[in-house]
């Protein structure tokens, strides 16, 4: 009579779990059969029979084993087969019973292991459907948990990039500006114009005046042509939790500070809600991008399809010189342009006083 031996599985581990017999007892096998399933801390092992016979169960399923014990038997004569009590030593304890009906599945350990680390709750563990849970059934149960779906302007955001890196060849350059004397001017400004003035009216402003001097930087391609636009149409991101938006500021050079600026606070407001109208957030022929949260140092934006430059504008802390970054379509505008129309908006920036104010 062969006696079937759990081998070494795992050399972390000192017991298993059987966690089913593939073959029913008193049924007759053949050698490398796969006749029971054992679980260790890091995966389900199928063990064969290494002999042609019968096969008697010597442990039940949910019942814990230790390397090289004997947890069945294989022979000729049925009747020779042990009993499960004698089968093991009087010393081990008695292997778990299974779950009563309404008592909920049989957990293996390292399927415990998993759902401890994780918080998964008895109620996410019961929908699994299983009378006994695995690792490989709490895995199954952490792929499902750990998909969500991406909200709808999250999508909208994927799609503009991946459009952006597939047709758009972006070049990028950077300069440092001193933000300080215009931003104690917008703070001053504030109370004038009643509206928040920060970063974004700032830039918005700076960039919007160079529009005459700098035509290709709200140009679009079409073709071997530069369509120029007759306004320059500023879009803003804007963040706040809710996902990404992009509404736009039309004709942002023949606007005054306090419209400018209640134009963008009311923005803000409506990304709260999701609750714009699509003339708010089309029409863009150049972004600035804010990056203003966390003491970023440096950002390089996409280029959003349908514009020839995004300009990345950063504010850090303790009055350090911030880090200005211009992504740009290279088939519209070339190095030397690029450097220039930075080096004319870090004038426009220092020297910035916020034009007419209302």
């Known amino acids: 009579m062969a006696e079937l031996r759990v081998p070494k599985l795992n050399n972390n581990d000192t017991e298993y779990m059987i966690v089913e017999w593939l073959v029913p007892d008193g049924t007759e096998v053949h050698e490398d059969d796969a006749v029971v399933l054992v679980e260790t801390s890091k995966a389900t092992e199928e063990l064969p029979a290494d002999t042609t016979g019968v096969l008697r169960h010597a442990m039940k399923a949910g019942a814990w084993c230790r390397p090289d014990e004997v947890i069945a038997t294989i022979g000729s004569d049925p ?9 093991r ?22 399927a415990q292991v998993l759902i401890d680390q994780h918080g998964i709750t008895p109620e996410q563990v019961a929908s699994l459907g299983v ?13 499902q948990a750990d998909r969500r779906e991406l909200p709808r302007v999250q999508r909208a955001v994927a799609r503009a990039v991946e459009l952006s890196h597939q047709t758009i060849p972006a070049a990028y350059v950077a300069v440092r500006m001193n933000l300080t004397p215009a931003l ?11 509206r928040p003035v920060g970063v974004a009216e700032i830039f918005v402003q700076a960039v919007a005046g160079l529009h005459g001097e700098f035509p290709l930087f709200f140009a679009r391609l079409d073709g071997n042509h530069a369509v120029l636009s007759a306004t320059p149409d500023i879009g803003v991101t804007v963040d706040l939790g809710e996902g990404l938006y ?47 949260e966390g ?57 910035w006083t916020g034009g007419t104010l209302a």
């Open 131 to 143: 009378h006994l849970v695995r690792r490989a059934d709490v895995e199954r149960l952490l792929t």
């Open 246 to 292: 992009v509404p736009v500021v039309h004709d942002a050079a023949g606007r005054t500070l306090k419209d400018l600026a209640g134009t963008l606070m009311k923005h803000r407001l409506a990304a709260t809600t999701g609750d714009f109208k699509e003339s708010d957030l089309t029409g863009a022929n150049f972004v600035v991008t804010l990056h203003t």
């Open 295 to 351: 003491e970023v140092e440096m950002a390089i934006p996409f280029v959003f399809p349908g514009t020839a430059g995004a300009l990345a504008v950063t504010s850090p802390a303790d009055g350090a010189p911030a880090l200005i970054g211009l992504a740009y379509d290279h088939r519209l505008i070339n190095g030397r342009d690029a450097s220039l129309f930075l080096a004319a908006l870090r004038t426009a920036v220092t020297g």
């Open 89 to 110: 030593s009087t010393a081990e304890p008695s292997p778990p019973a299974m779950p009563s009906a309404g008592s909920g599945p049989l957990v293996t350990a390292p």
């Open 79 to 87: 009747a020779a087969a042990p009993t499960l009590d004698s089968a």
């Open 184 to 194: 104690e001017r917008a703070s001053a400004l504030t109370k004038e114009v009643r």
